[in-house]
């Protein structure tokens, strides 16, 4: 069975409300009809420490959040937007997945090449075309792959108060387009695991 990991980049720890997990977990939902099963770390939980190594060491508890990363088919980037940018925890977890550039499976492809990236961004403010472009560039970099129509987002009306999680029900354009993202994200995830990128060849 195909399975999704959800990054929630959100400032707030559990059991704190999340707006950015509730956009996430309609994308885990949708992706459910799609026989995708998920789950979701929020990444502020953990003692996340900075860095570009896959482990920085004592205390570090990275590895274990990397480990459910190489382990899914399918990556649910989430973020909420701060003065117009991704979170510093997203931040930080794009860091830390930079660790990934050099390591390679056993044929010599990159360890996340055949993996799909989403992007799921929230906020009560502008910001989410440019923080889903820099996640895109960012994710692909590293070895996802970006399915089309990848990203959903929410913004609120600027220079009010209002979270996605405060709403009295989801906006209307929000439910299409997650349906769009988990159809396109299973879709090419069960065809990147049938025909995996080709291996580099030898010299």
């Known amino acids: 069975m195909t399975h999704a990991l959800v990054l929630n980049c959100t400032l ?7 707006s950015s997990e509730l956009l996430a977990q ?4 949708a ?11 929020r990444v502020v939980d953990f003692d996340v420490k900075p860095g570009v190594e896959a482990d920085m060491g004592e205390g570090d508890e990275w590895p274990g959040i990397r480990e459910k990363v190489l382990v899914a088919d399918i990556l649910v980037f989430a973020t909420p937007t701060w003065m117009g940018n991704m979170s510093s925890v997203a931040q930080r977890t794009l860091e830390r997945l930079d660790a990934e550039l050099s390591e390679t ?8 090449a055949g993996k799909v990236a989403v992007a799921a961004v929230v906020g009560n403010e502008d910001g989410a075309h440019a923080i889903t472009a820099a996640l895109y560039q960012g994710l692909g970099d590293v070895g996802f792959t970006i399915p089309s129509q990848g990203g959903v987002y929410w913004n609120g009306e600027a220079m009010h108060t209002t979270d996605y999680n405060d709403l009295p029900e989801t906006p209307d354009k929000v439910p299409g387009t997650t349906q769009t993202v988990a159809r396109h ?13 080709p291996a580099p060849k030898n010299g």
Request: aromatic share 4%.
């Open 12 to 18: 707030k720890p559990s059991p704190a409300a999340s």
């Open 26 to 29: 309609q994308v885990l939902d």
């Open 31 to 41: 992706l459910a009809a799609y026989d995708v099963s998920g789950e979701i770390v």
């Open 105 to 112: 499976d056993a044929e010599g492809r990159p360890i996340l």
């Open 185 to 197: 994200a299973a879709h090419l995830a069960k065809l990147l695991a049938a025909q995996p990128y």
